[in-house]
């Protein structure tokens, strides 16, 4: 079984920045796959930042150029950066974490960013 624990989630202003983080432990042989998604008041899960083992990182129009997704191996851990944040950012921010054949996904944290 793998667990994942996110933290950083909060209220910022307009144009602020805040980092999250997805901690995965459990058992975990090979992480192949990180993820962030945003599921914002009345839309659903949308995929915003990927990173695939030993590939390139992937991002949703609306956050390129100002979220930036990394890991960190030793770890098991994945950040999401947000920069220039916008209040169509506001949402619960997921991980996801794919241990093939499984996925799992972290409890959500929120993010509500004010104007």
């Known amino acids: 079984q793998v667990q994942l624990v996110e933290s950083g989630g909060g209220l910022v202003q307009a144009g602020g920045s805040l980092r999250l983080s997805c901690a995965a432990s459990g058992s975990i042989f090979k992480i192949n796959y990180w993820a962030w998604y945003r599921q914002a008041p009345g839309k659903q899960r949308e995929l915003i930042a990927g990173?695939?083992?030993?590939?390139?990182?992937n991002y949703a129009d609306s956050v390129k150029g100002r979220f930036t997704i990394s890991r960190d191996d030793p770890k098991n851990t994945v950040y999401l950066h947000m920069d220039s944040l916008k209040p169509e950012d506001t949402g619960v921010y997921y991980c996801l974490v794919e241990i093939r054949p499984n996925a799992y996904w972290g409890q959500g944290t929120q993010v509500t960013v004010s104007s």
């Open positions: 990173l695939p083992s030993g590939g390139s990182t």
